[in-house]
């Protein structure tokens, strides 16, 4: 991995920078990275503003290759990395999409406030820890026959809801209604199949987690009110993981498959994790089958832990569904790959638009929104760290002619797990939270360490960014109560 970068960077105004196309470096477009200048000092000492430079030179790119301001080194891609490629003459790539596909996250709000929990927060933690399984490896407690784990590959959250994990209400909250169409089982391997029977249900480790929270401010009252928040001190709660193991081994048995494609297509890659084929290719084809299945896994396991969550609202706080009122805001997919139509010199052209740690924000009026949110635009949902605060977001217009409707996803990471825990140890990172009032519940301790504070970013900064530039505009802010990780 390469350290500082080396080429050229140029300001354009308070949040946007400019990798200028360099036609020796093989570019066929600009760079663009949205951060201030205490962000992009970070990104200076990173190698993801020279993978952004290597994004920039796959084929059929449509527009600049985008870093968000959460962006740092990933595979292939950089982590906060957007493209846009051509459906007719550019490329799909497993290295723009990650091993954690439709990694992702939904906020569930309440008409509960801080007052009703706070004396159960221990009680609501240790049951949801105890009934939702969380960690590597971790097993749910829902039994799949291999049929029945095609029915969910296939149908999504329409599988979950189908068999009494939810309302028709949640998929309509839900990106694509919680299912992209395309997928095929046929498409995965058996050790795919055999990754995904038992983990339904189930968070993963490192940056995953299922947070109770608070509103502590609201910025925009009227998107507010549209998406159920309506004053500070309301409860809320975030869920954020994805398609566990099978995911993984989707991306994974993709890589090779691709790199053959890579070459057999005569592409010439500056970065071999960039493998890639024609999106109209029996291998592209192949992997965004396979990828759509993935994605539709991480919408069902957050739809049946969604269910899990009100179940754990009820038999602690012993009160009834209407009382507490955990009703869907959103749930937004980060690592995927999508055809998406959009405005392109004048016309309209299909796109496959990948986010790589980034979010959708389609902006007011867009027809794949819920009726209630086209007026002010789509939620985006952005977790912080587990020790500060996650936002809430809308995606705006602005965002629709710069960067195909997308926007960050998270903090974003500035030391690696490995510094993290070397600088302090996780029963020590768990003393300050429960000083600070945060409730916390971890598999072990290690997972403390890599996931503290200090390893991310400031999350306000990088809402400050997004919200400067106008790709999605700050609605309200949450801080934790109680936090549950892998």
Not at 239 to 255: P, W
Request: glycine residues 12%.
């Amino acid at each position: 991995m390469a350290n500082a970068f080396e080429g050229v960077l140029e300001q354009l105004d308070d949040y946007r920078w400019r990798i200028p196309r360099d036609a020796d470096y093989g570019m066929l477009t600009d760079g663009i990275v949205f951060a201030d200048e205490v962000l992009i000092a970070d990104m200076r000492n990173d190698a993801a503003l020279t993978q952004v430079q290597n994004v920039a030179c796959l084929p059929g790119i449509v527009g600049a290759s985008m870093a968000m301001p959460d962006c740092h080194y990933g595979y292939g891609f950089p982590i906060g990395g957007v493209a846009a490629f051509d459906c007719n003459e550019g490329v799909i790539s497993p290295g723009g999409v990650g091993y954690d596909i439709n990694c992702g996250v939904r906020l569930l709000r309440s008409d509960l406030v801080e007052a009703d929990v706070r004396d159960r927060l221990d009680a609501l933690n240790d049951h949801i820890f105890r009934e939702i399984p969380a960690g590597v490896g971790e097993k749910g407690k829902v039994r799949l026959k291999p049929a029945e784990l095609r029915r969910v590959l296939e149908q999504g959250s329409r599988w979950a809801v189908s068999q009494g994990y939810g309302t028709d209400g949640d998929l309509e909250a839900t990106e694509e209604r919680g299912c992209l169409d395309g997928a095929d089982p046929s498409a995965l391997t058996d050790r795919a199949l055999e990754r995904g029977l038992p983990q339904l249900g189930t968070v993963g480790s490192g940056n995953h987690f299922l947070e109770i929270q608070r509103v502590d401010r609201i910025h925009d009252r009227e998107a507010a009110r549209a998406m159920g928040i309506e004053a500070e001190g309301q409860v809320t709660v975030m869920i954020h993981t994805g398609s566990r193991g099978l995911g993984y081994q989707v991306c994974d048995d993709s890589l090779k498959p691709m790199q053959r494609a890579a070459h057999k297509y005569g592409f010439e890659l500056p970065d071999r994790q960039l493998a890639c084929a024609p999106v109209r290719s029996p291998e592209g084809e192949a992997y965004y089958a396979a990828m759509a299945c993935a994605a539709n896994y991480g919408w069902c396991n957050r739809q049946i832990i969604t269910h899990w969550i009100r179940e754990a609202f009820e038999r602690v706080l012993g009160l009834g569904t209407s009382r507490i009122g955990l009703q869907m805001v959103y749930d937004v997919a980060h690592n995927v790959a999508k055809f998406e139509d959009h405005e392109v010199a004048g016309g309209v052209k299909c796109l496959c638009v990948h986010r790589k740690g980034a979010t959708r924000a389609f902006g007011p009026g867009h027809e794949e929104l819920p009726k209630r949110y086209r007026a002010i635009g789509q939620p985006v949902i952005v977790p912080g760290d587990m020790g500060t605060a996650s936002w809430l977001l809308r995606g705006t217009q602005v965002a629709m002619q710069q960067t195909f409707g997308s926007t960050c996803h998270g903090a974003g990471r500035v030391m690696s797990r490995t510094a993290a825990k070397k600088r302090q140890h996780g029963g020590a990172v768990a003393d300050e939270l429960r000083a600070r009032g945060i409730h916390v519940r971890s598999v072990g301790v290690k997972t403390l360490a890599e996931e503290a504070p200090y390893a991310y970013k400031d999350v306000d900064r990088v809402i400050g960014v997004t919200d400067g530039a106008g790709i999605s505009c700050r609605v309200a802010r949450m801080t934790p109560l109680a936090v549950v990780k892998g």
